[in-house]
């Protein structure tokens, strides 16, 4: 049997945030207390390229913080670019877990395709 | 061959698809991959599990 699963990417794992910003040519995250436009905030910071604020992540939750103004401080597909880097890299963590081989590929509609190879003929 | 494959979109969505794995083996091959890269959304069984559903009923009809 075989089957297709939709995952909404919350971002948990610090080890996995740095290989995104590395992928992307960021600098490294900071983990600490970060202040926004109108608040202060407290997680694992990532400068996204040309936005005015970090993005704030709180690895214990998932969750994230930022302040873009509605797209005009920051555009929102800089965002999408990094969750998609950082899952990525968080895929190819596990992979590297379980002592799967890997193989990555980039789709024409931007999307990247990791396939794990998890063992001989069923 | 067993293989899964991530396909994490422009947004950073992720669709995990398995291939190759037989009766249960798919779930448990990848539940690990959904817990580490977020909130599992909705999952659907692939095509072939369905004929392999029909073909096994019609062995069923024909051998009583």
């Known amino acids: 049997m075989s089957h297709v699963v939709q995952i909404k990417t919350q971002v948990r794992d610090a080890a996995a945030v740095r290989a995104g910003c590395s992928r992307l040519g960021l600098d490294a995250p900071v983990e600490g207390e970060v202040k926004l436009f109108s608040e202060t905030v407290t ?80 | 061959m067993k293989t899964i494959d991530v396909i994490v ?27 580490a890269l977020g909130l599992a959304e909705n999952e659907r069984l692939k095509a072939e599990f369905y004929k392999t559903e029909v073909r096994d009923h019609q062995q069923a009809r024909q051998s009583s």
Request: overall charge neutral; charged content about 25%; glycine content about 12%.
């Open chain 2, 9 to 35: 979109s422009p947004v950073g969505a992720s669709r995990i698809e398995t291939n190759g794995f037989t009766g249960d083996q798919c779930r448990q091959a990848s539940a690990f991959l959904e817990q």
């Open chain 1, 43 to 122: 997680g694992l910071a990532v400068r996204l390229k040309d936005w005015r604020y970090p993005v704030v992540f709180d690895t214990t939750t998932g969750e994230s913080k930022f302040d873009n103004y509605q797209g005009r401080w920051g555009r929102q597909d800089r965002l999408d670019e990094f969750l998609q880097a950082y899952a990525v890299e968080k895929t190819k963590i596990e992979a590297g877990r379980k002592g799967y081989s890997v193989a990555e590929q980039r789709l024409a509609d931007g999307s990247i395709k990791v396939s794990l190879l998890v063992g001989g003929a069923s």
